[in-house]
């Protein structure tokens, strides 16, 4: 099993800024992740991919977010960023963190918990 733990959401004004943070864990030693990303699910919509990095290769965005979202990993750590900059109220959603991750058994898709995101005046 993989936990991922969000953090970073929060209330921001239109055009600011957040930073999200996921970091995996595991109880086995050793585990190991592939592809890492963010997607969020506004209210009365289904959940949408924002961002996708893979542990080689592009990164991949939703046309809505390109040119202000930046996602990013420090593999060292497990972690995945979302750095979020020009915010909009249609950003408003409740961010998650994915990862596909092997620890032990078989590849699974594992997801966090969700972190709010209110873009508001």
């Known amino acids: 099993q993989v936990q991922l733990v969000e953090s970073g959401g929060g209330l921001v004004q239109p055009g600011g800024s957040l930073r999200l943070s996921c970091t995996a864990s595991?109880?086995?030693?050793?585990?190991?992740?592939?592809?890492m990303g963010w997607y969020r699910q506004a209210p009365g919509k289904g959940r949408e991919l924002v961002a996708v990095?893979?542990?080689?290769?592009?990164?991949t965005y939703a046309d809505s977010v390109k040119g202000r979202f930046t996602i990013s990993r420090d593999n060292a750590k497990n972690t995945v960023y979302l750095q979020m900059n020009s915010l909009k109220p249609e950003d408003t959603a409740v961010y998650y963190c994915?990862?596909?991750?092997?620890?032990?058994?078989?590849?699974?898709?594992?997801w966090g918990q969700g972190t709010q995101v209110t873009v508001s005046a």
């Open positions: 994915n990862a596909r991750a092997f620890a032990g058994i078989a590849w699974t898709t594992y």
């Open positions: 595991s109880s086995r030693s050793t585990f190991s992740i592939n592809a």
């Open positions: 990095i893979p542990n080689v290769g592009s990164t």
